[in-house]
Structures are given as structure tokens and as C-alpha cells.
């Protein structure tokens, strides 16, 4: 056999060796880089998120861990799309489903990893007095909530529904309210943020929103147990991940003791027992 076709052989079973095997990127200094995960997290994760991936990247120093945060929705469709991801965690079931339609989750992959309620925030000191739910429907009222393809919009009226089913509220309590929505928001982030600039009267978001870092220029109203609903989250590693086991890695790492204590921080519930 001619040298050039040995040599060729040789090549192609080293590059095939090459392709099989874990590869660090390098940078142009000869330094190896660190592995990157993107992870796609509704945005009501932002704040215990960051705090889960400081603690993550302190005990693995290798790696990096680069956010998208947006509604659950946004979040969906671009993955539906293909955009690139190795970590999707979701404000509630049906976007999860919608990635594991479009073949970007595995079935049965995705893992409950906290749970969450609805609440309404004011801003600081209340200017248009709000002292009860049933004056969410006073003519005049600006109200801001989240769109209905957004989790929590979706949930909002999920409890104007059970709230106009109640005795002790009208059966028109859900269209007085919706008569006052001044706008519809993208994510829960919006609602919070035109809220605690008063921009708007009132707002319904998430429990966990009312601990994070707008918590001092708000003041809330608790939205009873049995008239409220539960937020589940779930989370999964993407199909096409190009760093599934580290992704993996993160996924069990929110799952953990250590993440569950930094998710109570901000107002977030353990999941259900399954």
C-alpha cells in the first residue's frame, strides 16, 4: 500500500479519535477556557438563579454558566426554533410540554423543582388605597398584569376565575378587574417593575417577587390559599446538549438542599412530593 494512502488512514482515524473525545476550548494564550452551558430560565428565576450559579461555578471552576432569562413563552419558542440551549427551566408544565413537542426535551425528562403562588403588589405607600381585593375593581384603577400566554398571566386568571366563583366576591369580579388593565406585559419582570415605579396602581405577580430586589418599593395584598393557585416549574437538560453531563450536573444542583434553601430565600415553595 502507496505511503500517502497509510498516512491518509492514519489521519482519518485520528480526527475520527478526535471527534469522539471530550475537547476544552482553548484560547489564542494556549490557556484552556471554561465549558459554557446556556440555560433558558423564566424570568421570575432571575435573582435565586444568579445566587444557584455563583454557589455552582464556585465548586466547579471549570465551568460557566451563561443565562437567557424571559417568559416561559419567549423561551419555548426558541427553542422550538433551535436556538442553542442546554438547560430549559419553565414557570409552569405547558412550556415544557411545547419543548418536548418540538423534540428539544425527552419525554419524561423534566424534573418539579420548586412551585410558586399569586399575590398583588402595590407601590410603596399605596397611593390609590387599596386596602382589599374587591377594590381591584373600582372604576379608574390602573392595573397591570401579565399577558395570557405568560404562566403567570395564565394563572392570574385562573384566580379571577375561582375569585368570581366565591361567594363573597361578584360574579363579574374578573371583568371589573380586566375593565382596569392599563397593559398587558412580555413577563412577570415588567408587571413588578411599572408597579414599583408607579406607573401602575397594582399588579398580581408571583409570592416570589414581592422578596426580591424591588420588595422595598412594594407593598402586597395576600390572595387567600383556597381562592389562589400552584406554580409548578419544572426543569430539564436539552436533548442536543453539546455538555449533557454538566448540564445534568446543574440540573441536579437546583434540585439540591443547597439550591431548594436559596429558592426559599426569594419566596419560592418546595415542589409537591411525587
Not at 414557570?91 to 399569586?118: E, G, H, P
Not at 400552584?230 to 439540591?256: C, E, G, N, R
Request: charged share 15%.
Amino acid at each position: 500500500m502507496k505511503k500517502w494512502v497509510i498516512g491518509l488512514l492514519v489521519l482519518s482515524w485520528i480526527g475520527f479519535l478526535t471527534a469522539c473525545s471530550p475537547v476544552k476550548t482553548v484560547s489564542q494564550t494556549g490557556e484552556s477556557t471554561k465549558q459554557e452551558l446556556i440555560i433558558l430560565a423564566a424570568a421570575s428565576l432571575n435573582e435565586p438563579f444568579q445566587e444557584i450559579a455563583a454557589a455552582f461555578e464556585a465548586q466547579n471552576a471549570d465551568v460557566k454558566l451563561i443565562f437567557s432569562f424571559a417568559g416561559s413563552q419567549e423561551l419555548a419558542q426558541q427553542l422550538e426554533q433551535g436556538a442553542p440551549a442546554d438547560v430549559f427551566a419553565s414557570a409552569n408544565q405547558k412550556y415544557m410540554q411545547s419543548a418536548v413537542d418540538a423534540d428539544r426535551v425527552a419525554t419524561a425528562a423534566a424534573q418539579n423543582f420548586v412551585t410558586n403562588q399569586l399575590t398583588v403588589i402595590l407601590p410603596k405607600n399605596n397611593p390609590a388605597g387599596i386596602t382589599d381585593l374587591k377594590d381591584l375593581t373600582t372604576p379608574g384603577l390602573k392595573i397591570v398584569l401579565a399577558a395570557a400566554e405568560v404562566p403567570v398571566g395564565k394563572y392570574t386568571l385562573e384566580v379571577l376565575d375561582k375569585l368570581s366563583a366565591d361567594a363573597a366576591y361578584t360574579v363579574d369580579f374578573k371583568d371589573l378587574l380586566l375593565s382596569n388593565v392599563a397593559s398587558y406585559e412580555n413577563n412577570v419582570k415588567s408587571v413588578v417593575s411599572k408597579v414599583a415605579l408607579g406607573e401602575a396602581d397594582a399588579g398580581i405577580v408571583y409570592t416570589s417577587d414581592t422578596a426580591g430586589s424591588a420588595s422595598p418599593q412594594l407593598e402586597q395584598i395576600v390572595i387567600p390559599t383556597n381562592l389562589n393557585v400552584v406554580a409548578v416549574y419544572p426543569i430539564a437538560v436539552i436533548k442536543d446538549s453539546t455538555h449533557a453531563q454538566t448540564a445534568q450536573s446543574f440540573v441536579d444542583f437546583v434540585l439540591s438542599a443547597e439550591s431548594q434553601v436559596i429558592l426559599a430565600k426569594y419566596g419560592f415553595l418546595p415542589p409537591a412530593a411525587e
